[in-house]
């Protein structure tokens, strides 16, 4: 119908009527109630919900069947008896007293639709389908999934000079882990708040095709390491988160894999805290259980390995968990697989042990490089191994596809 008019009504402390006292009538007056209106429900029966409400003296029960004048006060009428020719009485009534009406049972009697609504924060998107209600939640069902995804540019845009209290709150900082490398990979909340980041801190690793989606204005601070170039120091990033939200503007942090995960996160965590600044942790698919995965192997596997160690190549390695049965995942420090292997062997374990180093997980350099505790450093060096690299030490390394081959001669397995 094209005499439709959307619009968003101010009901706070403002009096509606429903007429009825069923589930329909219910929804709809819990939905006033959130939006602040004082309501009057008129029904001879209500539901158990509608009884405590009007026992908590939420709404005034007015427990008679409808009758003229019931509407006296109203700014908007909801029927919905279940009755159509009750329904059609309270919107000849409203008609008269110029209030617009809510009939849940015919829309052709209404005055007023209510949308299928996605709300997100401060956002409220309705959806009008037609009068098909159903149609309607479908569609709105979509939207919220986009909203909730981040899909939807979520971002507030401040003009210049606004001096709105929306404007002045100061800005939040959310640390996301992006995962591996793979823009999927990242959480469906990473997404979103990436979607509404005025800024964006990155790091070398992590999902950086992820930022080809930020808008032109929003702006991104490369705090990595390139080539010639030393990376931000530490404390200066926290700094500059915290600049940032105290200037008003809501930071990502996006890290590669997970933020707590060799990733400096806490310490980002503590520098916001202590400038007050909210912050929000959102945990990522970590490279130490994802690199593996891609090239096929599992870290724990059912009479195989029951459990697995992560830590960097460059800690003691001498005094964690040992056995065939307990897989160790190293990060980092792929230039000190020579060291690493030694010590490892030092501590017991045998050098026939297997040993997968796979390089750039998800990207496209992402290779496995097999061998054993005695010879994976010859082989990694052989192959001209680089970092970013996850290093997996223990039996279940077999279970890749890539394992045969490598026994069968073969050498560093590629992405196909
Ligand atoms: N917080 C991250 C780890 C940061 S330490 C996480 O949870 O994944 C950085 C190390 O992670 C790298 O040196 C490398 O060992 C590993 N790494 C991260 N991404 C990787 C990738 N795509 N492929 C291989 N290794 C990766």
Redesign the pocket.
């Known amino acids: 119908m094209s005499d439709l008019y959307p619009l968003g009504l101010r009901v706070g402390d403002r009096l509606v009527v429903v007429v009825g006292g069923g589930p329909v009538a219910t929804r709809r007056t819990r939905g006033l109630l959130d939006a602040g209106a004082r309501v009057r429900v008129v029904a001879p029966d209500v539901t158990d919900d509608l009884v405590a409400l009007a026992v908590a003296d939420a709404v005034e029960h007015v427990a008679r069947a409808y009758a003229p004048g019931d509407l006296d006060g109203a700014w908007l009428v909801h029927a919905a008896t279940g009755d159509p020719d009750v329904d059609a009485a309270v919107a000849a009534d409203a008609e008269s007293s110029r209030t617009f009406c809510v009939v849940a049972s015919d829309a052709e009697l209404a005055t007023a639709w209510v949308p299928a609504v996605a709300r997100l924060d401060d956002v409220v998107m309705s959806v009008h389908a037609g009068r098909d209600p159903r149609r309607a939640t479908r569609l709105r069902d979509a939207v919220a999934a986009s909203l909730e995804a981040g899909e939807l540019p979520l971002r507030r845009v401040r003009p210049a000079g606004t001096s709105s209290a929306d404007a002045v709150r100061p800005g939040r900082v959310a640390l996301v882990?992006g995962?591996?490398?793979a823009p999927g990979l990242v959480t469906a909340r990473g997404r979103r708040l990436l979607a509404s980041a005025d800024v964006v801190v990155v790091d070398r690793?992590?999902p950086r095709g992820l930022l080809a989606t930020l808008a032109d204005d929003v702006e991104v601070i490369d705090v990595g390491k390139t080539a010639g170039n030393h990376p931000v120091p530490q404390e200066r990033i926290n700094e500059l988160l915290v600049e940032h939200a105290l200037a008003g503007r809501d930071v990502v942090r996006l890290?590669?894999?997970?933020?707590?995960?060799?990733?400096r996160?806490g310490e980002e965590v503590a520098a916001c805290r202590a400038a007050g600044i909210e912050v929000e942790v959102v945990p990522?698919?970590?490279?130490?259980i994802?690199?593996p995965a891609?090239v096929g192997i599992p870290v724990t596997h059912r009479q195989v390995a029951a459990g697995f160690s992560v830590l960097?190549?460059h800690e003691a390695v001498d005094d964690v968990p040992g056995g065939p049965g307990h897989t160790l995942v190293?990060?980092?420090?792929?230039t000190r697989l020579a060291v690493t292997a030694e010590a490892l062997v030092a501590a017991g374990r045998p050098p026939s042990t297997p040993v997968a180093v796979?390089?750039?997980?998800?990207?496209p350099r992402?290779r496995a490089t097999f061998g054993t505790l005695g010879d994976i450093a010859a082989r990694a060096e052989a192959a001209g191994v680089r970092?970013?690299?996850?290093?997996v030490v223990g039996d279940v390394v077999r279970l890749a596809p890539g394992w045969a081959a490598h026994e069968a001669g073969g050498g560093p397995v590629s992405k196909v």
């Open positions: 882990g995962g591996p490398a690793l992590g890290k590669g894999g997970d933020p707590y995960v060799f990733g996160g990522g698919v970590t490279s130490a994802s690199v891609a960097t190549a190293l990060l980092m420090g792929v796979v390089e750039d997980g998800y990207g992402q970092p970013p690299a996850v290093t």
